[in-house]
């Protein structure tokens, strides 16, 4: 779960840094779970979740289920802003704050 964390968190920011405006897409984790149900957050709120996951990534379960997210909701989350150029820079100046 961290690793693939880590590796979505990554993603995220390095599309974030283009200056091209390609989005930078992840590999589709081989997850099988029942995602929670549809949580609508923004590229900050998720740039937050993703520092809080990386400050302390032994509460990650816990971090994310404060916000109504599992693993896999998250990683879909972050998957969906890397493909937008300005969500993925919103999150990685969000990232970068809560760092």
Known sequence: ?????????????????????????????AVETNAAAEVNLTPEQLGEVGAQIAKNPENAKSILEARGLNEASFEKAVREVTEDPEASKKYAEAYKQHS
């Open 1 to 29: 779960m961290k690793a693939m964390i880590a590796v979505l968190i990554s993603a995220a920011l390095l599309a974030g840094c283009q200056n091209e405006g390609t989005a930078v897409k992840a590999d589709e984790p």
